[in-house]
């Protein structure tokens, strides 16, 4: 199953742009054009990450992702704002806000390729991992432990 990344951006270009970059490298894309329409494809196609831009109509970055976070099924969903290098001021509130990750635009595409494979590891990956055993000091065996 792929995975799924919604993008949010007012800008057509941007939004489309991203969508077609993420769809070619295997992930499913939902696109949106502003707050009330993220809401509505976040709770529709349930994201396993979700991008937004930190200006969208109907709502700031900051707002939508202390608004996301309030749904449990979003608690722990990636959350990347992005914005030009002029709104780099605004990182910290992000953060504080429950974002993950902030990117200034334009893109580069290695970075935020490396940062979605830090918050969505692939199932390759995940299915290459051998399960590690602790020791269970009461019972003095090994157990599993992930």
Known sequence: MNQRILVADN??????GLGVLLSTAGYATFL???GVSLIEQARKHQPHLIMLNLCLPAG??????????RFPEFTRTPI???????HRTSANQVFVAGGNAFLPTP???QILFSLIAKFLPSEKILSSITP????????????PFS
Do not use: H, M, S
């Open 11 to 16: 800008d057509e270009v941007v939004r489309n």
């Open 32 to 34: 949106a054009v502003d």
């Open 60 to 69: 700031t970055a900051i707002e939508l992702v202390q608004t996301l976070r």
């Open 80 to 86: 990347f704002v992005f914005a030009g290098r002029e």
């Open 107 to 109: 893109f580069n595409r």
């Open 132 to 143: 590690v055993l602790a020791v269970d000091p009461r019972q003095k065996q090994p157990v």
